[in-house]
């Protein structure tokens, strides 16, 4: 299945990284998968500046040692932040507490700020933890090393067989809005414009169905019987064991200065 995905899409995160292999990358990627999964919760349960502030710095440590590129990494980063910026300007006006200063009425409080500060850094320190360990993986990988970690083989293969087919649908979007171009289509802010979307929409969805039918027939008559064989064996070598025991020691480095700080 990954052998059908194009170069840029073999990744989860789309970085672009570079074929030169970290020293994340040799890591087993069932430990990859538990150690996103323990720093995500240990991160989310922080609530002081200080300990807030080294789960960044750890997820940027893990950045470094990543085959990722740094700079367009960082960039996605940005973008995620985008998305709840707006929040966070909000927030410090909607908490009641010690006023910092009043704006058109509103007043913006110490509490809110500390809580906007809170959430950034959680939300920055998880999500580039996730792309380093688990968005640098390929959709196969990771599909297999869900499978080994004993998770539901539905889940799994939805997983799959989604990511593998989002840019078929994708294609199939493209091959569609060409179509309305030449047909003298234009986009504005009018009925024709939303029933023309609208169609657009249903279309493919009419096409995904039959081409899931055609996908079905085709594994069918090559064996499948609801099940995926798995070529790929996992095997925890020494450093999957020195990789553990630094995420390890990390998190209770987190946990001693949330208590000390």
Not at 102 to 131: F, R
Request: aromatic share 6%.
């Amino acid at each position: 299945m990954g052998h059908t995905l194009s170069g840029a899409a073999r990744r989860l995160s789309e970085t672009g990284a570079p074929q030169a292999e970290g020293a994340l990358a040799r890591v087993d990627p069932r430990a990859r998968i538990l150690a996103a999964l323990l720093f995500a919760v240990v991160t989310v349960a922080l609530s002081t500046l200080t300990a807030l502030l080294a789960a960044l710095g750890g997820a940027l440590a893990l950045l470094a040692l990543s085959p990722m590129p740094a700079r367009r990494t960082l960039r996605r980063m940005i973008l995620m932040d985008g998305f709840i910026l707006f929040m966070l300007v909000l927030l410090p006006f909607t908490v009641p507490g010690e006023a910092i200063f009043t704006l058109w009425g509103l007043t913006a409080s110490w509490q809110g700020l500390a809580q906007a500060i809170e959430i950034g850094l959680t939300a920055n320190a998880v999500v580039l933890a996730l792309m380093v360990l688990v968005g640098s993986m390929e959709p196969v990988t990771l599909g297999h090393a869900l499978h080994a970690l004993r998770c539901p083989e539905r889940l799994v293969h939805l997983m799959m067989f989604t990511i593998r087919y989002i840019e078929v649908l994708h294609e199939e979007y493209q091959r569609l809005r060409v179509s309305m171009k030449v047909r003298g289509f234009r986009p504005g802010t009018n009925w024709h414009t939303y029933r023309s979307i609208g169609y657009l929409v249903g279309m493919m969805l009419v096409r995904a169905i039959e081409r899931s039918e055609r996908i079905l027939d085709a594994m069918k008559c090559r064996g499948f019987d609801g099940r995926i064989p798995l070529l790929e064996r996992f095997a925890y070598a020494r450093r999957d064991a020195v990789f553990a025991g630094a995420m390890l020691a990390l998190c209770a480095l987190l946990g001693a200065v949330e208590v000390l700080a």
